[in-house]
């Protein structure tokens, strides 16, 4: 099977992964000049972690990332609402763990010997012929594909040029994010201060912490503007790493939905399938899962029926990745609640909520067949 990848990402390095592991031979291409650059944190959850196990990079992943044992929520007044004890929640499968995305990268790249990339690549024109798809790359080479996998991410170009129909909707967050030193919240502890159109978030890796800010309001300009200063947060600890950060990146958050994801011998895989916006820090491991259930569908399949395994996949992976959509939109919603009214019974919700029903929900949730 002569398979392209679009976007050595999350989910393209993971399709190659299991691809590799049962011989074939992927051509994996990307826009980006080398995989140096750290990105932010990604949280991987027990659905995530499965799919690590299966292809053999769990030990690997142990030694770059850190566990997250609680997690704990404050008020606008750095009160603590609640502490959600990880560890007793996810007992049975295991806790959600976080490293620096250029880890998680390296550790998916080394899957079953390596995974060349060919970097500084790009589709400039992909043509259906037949059952085989004509591609020709940014340097005038041509050559013809059985299946050409888009995972180039939120803003797929793959998308584009297969015409699938997209629905992109700006969520009005605008997100910083930086790396601060270790020290900055206690060593398992993911801190979260949900303000008044204002979060603040600190995850902890294994040697430094991924500090976010994310405010919600109408900006009308590109993401240039530093950070706003709001009285509000002044005395956070979190936020006063800012200053010394060597490096901050603006985001505007978007969501991205796609209908359908094939079209002939094209489909797409990951965030270019759905951007999700990242309120349940899920996209990684559902990328991770997509990817798995793509290989699991190939695997049955011979060339000619390669649109049959196509079809298989996105009825097992559509219900999931739009009912995990919908939840990161709510719980931002959720998270961002102006009327103080309802931030009253937001907050005694998360204080006073049975924990038997969270790890009921958690359980549920981590233990989804994929
Ligand atoms: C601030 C923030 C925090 C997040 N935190 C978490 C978290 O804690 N946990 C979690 O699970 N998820 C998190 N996410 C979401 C997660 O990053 C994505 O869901 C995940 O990266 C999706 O993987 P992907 O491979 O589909 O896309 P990406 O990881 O974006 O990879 C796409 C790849 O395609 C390449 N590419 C782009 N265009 C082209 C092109 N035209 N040709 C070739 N290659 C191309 C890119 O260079 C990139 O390497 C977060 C997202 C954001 C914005």
Same mark, same amino acid.
């Given at each position: ?5 679009? *976007? ?5 390095? /993971?399709?190659? %992964?299991?691809? $590799? &592991?049962? !011989?074939?031979?992927?051509? #994996? ?84 010997? *390596? ?5 500084? /690549?790009?589709? %400039?024109?992909? $043509? &259906?012929? !037949?059952?085989?798809?004509? #591609? ?97 947060? $002044? ?136």
């Amino acid at each position: 099977m002569r398979i392209l990848i679009v *976007g050595g990402g999350i989910a393209g390095l /993971t399709l190659a %992964a299991r691809l $590799r &592991q049962r !011989g074939l031979r992927p051509t #994996v291409i990307d826009t980006i000049s080398s995989y140096g650059h750290a990105g932010s944190a990604i949280t991987v959850w027990p659905t995530g972690s499965r799919v690590l196990h299966g292809l053999g990079l769990w030990n690997s992943f142990i030694h770059t990332s850190a566990p997250l044992q609680r997690y704990v929520v404050h008020d606008r007044d750095g009160k603590v609402l609640r502490t959600f004890d990880l560890d007793r929640l996810g007992k049975r499968d295991g806790l959600p763990r976080a490293a620096p995305r250029a880890e998680l990268l390296a550790i998916l790249e080394s899957a079953n010997g *390596g995974t060349p990339v060919d970097l500084e /690549t790009e589709v %400039a024109m992909m $043509r &259906q012929i !037949g059952s085989t798809v004509r #591609v020709r790359f940014d340097d005038g080479r041509e050559r013809d594909f059985d299946l050409v996998v888009g995972a180039d991410g939120i803003r797929s170009r793959t998308r584009q040029q297969a015409e699938l129909h997209t629905a992109e909707h700006r969520f009005g967050w605008r997100i910083w994010c930086w790396w601060a030193r270790r020290g900055v919240t206690p060593p398992g502890e993911l801190h979260e201060t949900w303000g008044l159109r204002q979060i603040v978030s600190a995850y902890p890796t294994q040697d430094r912490v991924a500090c976010f800010v994310a405010i919600s309001r109408s900006f009308n300009d590109t993401g240039t503007e530093p950070w706003p200063p709001n009285d509000e947060s $002044r005395d956070s600890l979190i936020l006063r790493t800012l200053r010394e950060a060597d490096r901050v990146e603006c985001i505007d958050l978007v969501e991205v939905t796609v209908p359908q994801w094939i079209r002939g011998r094209i489909v797409l895989l990951g965030d270019a399938a759905a951007g999700l916006v990242p309120t349940t820090g899920i996209g990684a491991s559902l990328a991770m899962e997509s990817a798995a259930v793509l290989d699991d569908e190939l695997v049955r399949v011979d060339t000619a029926h390669i649109d049959i395994a196509l079809t298989r996949f996105a009825r097992r992976r559509m219900p999931r990745v739009d009912a995990e959509q919908h939840r990161a939109r709510v719980v931002g919603d959720v998270m961002m609640l102006e009327s103080p009214i309802a931030r009253h019974f937001r907050d005694l919700g998360l204080r006073y909520f049975p924990t038997p029903v969270i790890c009921r929900e958690l359980d549920r949730w981590n233990n989804i067949p994929m």
